[in-house]
């Protein structure tokens, strides 16, 4: 059991024993060790003695070494220390604490714990994260939560990857967050599938669609709302997707009340930032035919009644459409596309690799590029953060100004994909009145 000085990139370099485990303890940290498997598993625990009732030493694991830095697995042992130092004992309290839960904490109540405790107040996109746990409910619900095994989870991974193998990797994605945060929490004493590969080998996505996929999905979208494949809502949420390029989630949750001066040229959208991947709130200007998608979107729901949303569903009790609502959709647009002639290669590309709600995202991403608008300007319309101090902390500027000339630039390019008389109406309001509107208004606040 060698006492070394770990630093950050020792531990990086450590390769695994031949045979059984090895253990090295941390000098700066006494009681802080870092154990190493044969098999490649590297894992922090604590051992201390209890200053009460100390007969023989604790232990506290920690967690897996390829999600807990040393510096956290330090800042971790100083806090058992402390406990320890005032009388406490906190792998016994553990102990305790699961003992108490042992009947209770099922799976299926870790994981609606996980989501109301963590998810909910921390993540834009905890929808995503309940959908993807649906199904590892439905299997393991019923088991106590630490008697899940490794086994258990490949097994299940390995079942949705038959059919899903990218949602097997999203479903793991959300299943190694929870354990850790269940570990964190102290409802259990490790995460099951800690340093577990991917179950399927992926590619970074790279579909956009063409000008001529654009212009057989948008009358797509018109007939599925005639026809009822799908409703207004979702074809018209679809639309706006298209044109502003934000996330599928933002657009189905929509609310009436982010609308800002919907009734003229200086429309905008105000996300809040509970809503934003970021966390931070995010102004994205209405270039015409997006704000006319929204204004008859509202004026629809109104007739329902008093509704909060601007996109519903006509199928559940709910006021904004779910974000799978999007995906499903499609999958039923696509297959039913008919367009003999010019436009039958287009259909033909759309149905044999089928776009996904984030594709339109890409899609509005790389036509800005493609229309000379600049990079920062293509970010602040996606509402990408620049990862520095000065983005994060200091530059409040919202560029609504040139995102508002960026999106009505794409929207230009997408009347003239679509080529017909309401597109061209739409278009002839430019973004350079808009734009000195806007000027006037910041100028006058």
């Not at 009460?52 to 920690?62: L, Q």
């Amino acid at each position: 059991m060698p006492v070394v000085q770990l630093t950050a990139q020792m531990v990086k370099g450590l390769r695994p024993p031949a045979s059984g485990r090895v253990e090295y303890w941390d000098m700066n940290t006494p009681g802080l060790s870092l154990r190493l498997t044969a098999n490649g598993a590297a894992s922090w625990s604590f051992r201390y003695r209890p200053r009460e009732g100390g007969k023989r030493n604790e232990r506290v694991t920690f967690g897996s070494a390829s999600v807990l830095s040393l510096a956290d697995a330090r800042d971790r042992a100083a806090r058992i220390r402390a406990e320890v130092v005032d009388g406490g004992n906190p792998q016994l309290t553990r102990r305790e604490r699961r003992e108490a839960a042992k009947d209770a904490l099922t799976f299926e109540r870790l994981a609606e714990r996980y989501l109301n405790d963590y998810a909910k107040p921390r993540k834009a996109s905890w929808k995503d994260d309940e959908q993807r746990l649906g199904r590892a409910r439905a299997a393991l619900g019923r088991k106590e939560a630490a008697s899940v095994t490794r086994r258990d989870i490949i097994n299940f991974l390995d079942d949705v990857k038959r059919a899903a193998p990218v949602q097997a990797n999203r479903i793991q994605t959300i299943l190694c967050t929870m354990f850790n945060w269940a570990v964190e929490e102290e409802l259990l004493d490790s995460n099951p599938i800690a340093g577990l590969r991917k179950r399927a080998k992926e590619s970074a996505a790279t579909r956009t669609l063409t000008d001529a996929e654009i212009r057989v999905l948008w009358a797509g979208f018109d007939a599925a709302a005639r026809e009822s494949i799908t409703g207004e809502d979702v074809a018209a949420a679809l639309k706006a997707l298209l044109l502003t390029g934000q996330r599928p989630g933002e657009v189905a949750g929509a609310l009436q009340r982010e609308l800002v001066n919907l009734g003229n040229k200086l429309a905008r959208w105000e996300i809040p930032g509970e809503r934003m991947k970021a966390r931070r709130p995010h102004v994205l200007p209405l270039a015409p035919m997006a704000r006319s998608i929204f204004e008859h979107a509202v004026a629809r729901r109104s007739e329902e009644g008093d509704k909060v949303g601007v996109f519903g569903s006509r199928y559940l009790e709910r006021d904004t459409l779910a974000r799978h609502s999007l995906s499903q959709a499609l999958r039923r647009i696509i297959p039913k596309l008919e367009a003999p002639g010019p436009n039958a290669d287009a259909v033909a590309s759309l149905q044999a690799d089928p776009p996904t709600p984030h594709d339109f995202r890409r899609t509005v991403a790389t036509g800005m590029a493609a229309l000379g608008i600049p990079r920062e300007d293509r970010l602040a319309v996606l509402g990408h953060l620049a990862a520095d101090v000065h983005a994060v902390h200091y530059d409040r500027y919202e560029r609504v100004r040139e995102k508002r000339i960026a999106l009505e630039a794409w929207e230009r390019h997408v009347c003239a994909v679509l080529a017909n008389e309401p597109a061209a109406m739409f278009c002839s309001c430019g973004g350079a009145d808009a734009a000195r509107s806007e000027d006037a208004v910041h100028a006058r606040a």
